[in-house]
């Protein structure tokens, strides 16, 4: 499995703030996911990525897959209390089936 | 987590005791995993099964063993519970389709 970084750990935001989680690598990668897990939950998949610049929306939502796929990101635009948790991205496995996870951003969202 | 049962959620052991968890799918999924996650270090996975009959070792699979005995059921064993094995574990299956991990609902560990 392929090693990412994801910053920052945690995030504050005010409620209507916007919000974005950066999942780095230093080597190109076939995929990307996204989980999102509420407190006292357990991870949730979001979204999957795979081309080369991609783009995909869910609400208020966006997911970013870098022209380079060694880089993601995902944008919340105008948090609400209901997106509080922690956010994980985690590299395609290849032909391995060994998934890493990212350390995670844990996401605040004061009312 | 629909289609992966983890139990128990909650065990509390002393040091040296051993414990089995337990994992069963219902999806007919060939890829299972185990993750532990702990406050500021994400998940991290500890051992996954890409098939029945096999399993292969994660990041932290150091003071565990595991068993794929048949397609449904993947265990974790601690044979001597440490403190540092305090955690909370998932097991996790591998969809078909797309590759996303469904989760269980976790099991919460304590060792004293």
């Known amino acids: 499995g392929q090693q990412v970084m994801q910053i920052p750990q945690y995030q504050h935001v005010q409620e209507g703030e916007d919000f974005t989680t950066y999942c780095n690598s230093s080597t190109t990668l076939s995929n990307i996911q996204w989980y999102k897990q509420r407190p006292g939950g357990h991870p949730v998949f979001l979204i999957q990525l795979v081309k080369s610049g991609e783009v995909k929306k869910q609400k208020r939502l966006t997911f970013q897959f870098g022209e380079a796929k060694k880089n993601s990101s995902l944008h919340i635009t105008a948090t609400q209390t209901t997106d509080v948790g922690t956010y994980f991205c985690?590299?395609?496995?290849?032909?391995?089936?060994?998934?890493?996870f990212g350390q995670g951003t844990t996401l605040q969202v004061k009312p | 987590n629909a289609g992966v049962t983890q139990t128990p959620k909650f065990q509390v052991l002393k040091t040296g005791q051993s414990m089995t968890l337990q994992c069963a799918q219902d999806m007919n999924h060939n890829s299972m995993y185990w993750y532990r996650q702990d406050p500021g270090m994400g998940l991290r996975l500890i051992y996954y099964s890409a098939s029945e009959g096999t399993t292969d070792k994660g990041e932290v699979p150091n003071g565990y063993n595991v068993s794929r005995l048949n397609k449904r059921e993947f265990s974790l064993r601690l044979e001597s519970a440490a403190p540092s094995q305090t955690s909370v574990y998932f097991c996790a299956i591998l969809g078909r389709a797309n590759e996303k991990l469904f989760f269980g609902s976790g099991t919460q560990l304590s060792v004293l």
């Open positions: 985690a590299p395609g496995s290849g032909n391995t089936g060994k998934l890493i």
